[in-house]
């Protein structure tokens, strides 16, 4: 059952949200809402207003974490100033671009907190949506378009919903997941929106391997796709292994400092997390919880 101070969690992450979108019916749609509900969320008005099973969907659309964790505070690493130079890039330029780096150095994070903090960004988890139709569903449905009718209505009025507004951007993470027909979408759509909406998509270095397997065998669509969004691969990470892990070290530093309680040996922290920060959130969630 969900609690009063979960309810209020979910509410917090309703306010915040709004303004990335252009009106509250578009923000109910997107939350998966009427109107009348959203209106009494807004003022709120919590008891009998949704479903326990509502209220987990929505904390998950808007990432609300559910459980009594730690307070945790983002930080200015290297990571972190790279992409979010790249997607205020592609939002304001309509640009596309690859991100392929290594897993565990705060691309997720960053790009959940850009679309956050930016209207008419949405986030795509491709993990999640692995095919076409769930992909432009999930996309339709971010951007508070209806995605209950024909298949082809929803990719039709998602096209032009995204021709019509200002600055859109989609942020693809974990796009090797994605299905080959998913792919195939992805330059329809981009040729739909050309000049019109920015694309940002990542993954671990499994991506790139996928796209540069599929372009050498000459499947259909991978060249074509791999050139509109841009014909390179970035990468934050050092190449060579002493500098990337003073980079991945530095960037623990940085994370720990801001997030560990006062008097916290940062050293022994970064150590043990070997630059890898799901290390460093344990470790500092072990001094919080007095673990």
């Known amino acids: 059952m969900i609690k009063d101070w979960q309810k209020q969690r979910i509410l ?11 009106s509250d019916a578009k923000h109910a749609a997107s939350l998966g809402i009427s109107a009348s509900v959203y209106n009494s969320l807004k003022k709120g008005q ?34 972190f100033d790279y992409i979010t130079t790249q997607l205020e890039a592609c939002q304001e330029r309509s640009l596309s671009v690859i991100l392929c780096d290594l897993p565990n150095i705060g691309k997720t ?42 298949y082809q209505d929803t990719y039709e009025d998602l096209v032009y919903y995204l021709r019509s507004m200002e600055r859109p951007l989609v942020v693809l ?20 929106t050309e000049m019109c909406c920015g694309w940002y998509m ?4 499994g991506l790139a391997a996928k796209i540069n397997r599929n372009v050498e065998g000459k499947k259909v669509g991978y060249a074509e796709i ?37 008097g916290t040996d940062i050293g022994q922290i970064v150590r043990k997390s070997q630059g890898g920060l799901r290390r460093v959130y344990t470790e500092i969630e072990k001094l919080k919880k007095g673990a």
């Open 46 to 79: 919590t008891d009998k207003a949704l479903s326990d099973a509502n209220w987990v969907n929505i904390a998950r659309r808007l990432d609300v974490n559910l459980r009594d964790s730690i307070e945790w505070k983002g930080a200015r690493t290297a990571t």
């Open 12 to 22: 917090e992450a309703i306010a915040q949200n709004r303004k990335n979108y252009p």
């Open 226 to 262: 791999f050139s509109r969004y841009g014909g390179k691969y970035s990468r934050v990470t050092p190449d060579q292994g002493d500098d990337r892990k003073a980079f991945l070290m530095e960037q623990a530093r940085v994370v720990a400092s801001v997030n560990a309680p006062e």
């Open 109 to 150: 994070y960053t790009a959940r907190w850009y679309v956050n903090e930016h209207r008419n960004a949405v986030y795509i988890d491709c993990s999640q949506v692995k095919t076409k139709r769930a992909l432009v569903k999930k996309i339709a449905n971010e951007f508070g378009v209806g995605a209950t009718g024909k």
């Open 173 to 192: 993470d974990e796009a090797g997941d994605l299905a080959y027909e998913a792919f195939l979408e992805l330059k329809a759509l981009w040729n739909a």
């Open 202 to 205: 990542m993954g671990a270095d």
